[in-house]
């Protein structure tokens, strides 16, 4: 789910400066079997092809040790 319509679900605020927040919430449908064998050998090198940074809003800022830096997690099974 892209942040924005992550936002748009969930409305939270923090009153901070200087805040590097990052929202990451995945529907998790599972893998039949079928599907195994397209996964097998991928890994961190194979995710590299996709823009993930940009698909989750995640910056630079995000390493900024005199930030507060914010992940929020959220995770559904739909399995």
Known sequence: MSP???TAAIDLAVSLENVAWTRLFLLFKGVSDEE???YAGSGEKEAVQFNWKDTVGWTEHCRDQTMVR???TGIM???
């Open 36 to 38: 195994m064998d397209s």
């Open 4 to 6: 924005a319509r992550l």
């Open 70 to 72: 914010i992940f929020e």
């Open 77 to 79: 099974d739909c399995t």
